[in-house]
């Protein structure tokens, strides 16, 4: 099973490379709606993204309250 | 059947094969102006499709198929008016959008929705109408209407109920979850899944496929295994026009319209 600092990092790479960002740019507890500057359709494309790489369901009401990058990885972490 | 440019959605004839594309920003919410346009397809679908082997639906915008019922539109109007008059516009609507997507339903044509991205409640839904939907892998399907304390209006849940396991459908309706492309195909609710951005590829490869077959033959196949679920189907404008009249809904819409949450589709 992956630690959740390597789901992390994942996630940071993901949205870095999907969003444009550089990675440099995106710490674990960063606001991902913010740093990424996404409203709630690109949220979405998010969680897509995610579960395809990640090859898992991660329903998107486990979405509500989490903003920041490293509880986003838990919560995935939490699937794997 | 000839072709129409209109302001949220447009359609031409390409060899025999109908392409209807949808164009409204941000997520072609289906308000009445897209209703309207809808009607004027359904009749030219009705009275000229002789020439026509093959329908496909897709979207012309970058964040998905549809994003369903134009809320906004919905709460704006109703606003002005006193409870009774509020209960009678939506019945209205639905009656008309349930007509056009009966029509789609049941053309004697093979039917395709080419989707991608957010393909949400009145947007699943009328991918529903058609006879296959083919999307790509970033494709999400939703009815999140129970968050407004609502159940999908346009003819959802009956035509789901037709096609899926029950299972699947409580799964889609009872936690308002969105499923993607890959669960969504899983359960039945998609024939093919494609890379990013291959969906109207595939439907076109599809739409050729079907022009092969004897025109008589194939609305014969189509009559024998998709029934229209009509005694549903009215069922459910009584029931959305019922869970309407509530308070509860109106103070929802509020909420939803009114919001500036980063999500505010998530109750």
Redesign the interface.
Known sequence: MQSLQEVTEEVLRLAASHFHVPRAQLSPDDDF?KKLG????Q???L???I??HFHI?F???E??GV?DFRTLAARIQARL | MKSFAGTTLSWENANGVIELKLHRE??NEIGLATLEELERFAEALESESKDIAALIMYSGVS??FS?GADLRELYRRSQPLRAAERIAGVREFLQRIHRVLNTIDAAPITTIAAVH??TFGGGLELALSCDLIIAD??A?F?FPELRLGLIPGFGGIPRLKRDLGNGVVRDLLL????F?A??AQAAGLVSQMTAEGESLRAARATAAQIQKFDRETAIAAKRFVKPIPYEDLRREIELFCELFSRPAVEESLKKFVESA??????P
């Open positions: 709606f996404i409203d709630s359709l949220a979405l494309d969680l897509t993204r579960e395809n369901e329903p998107d009401y979405l509500q903003s | 941000p997520c964040a998905g994003a991205g957010v892998k970033m999400r939703c936690t308002g979850r969105s993607n890959a669960k949450d980063a999500m505010p589709y998530l």
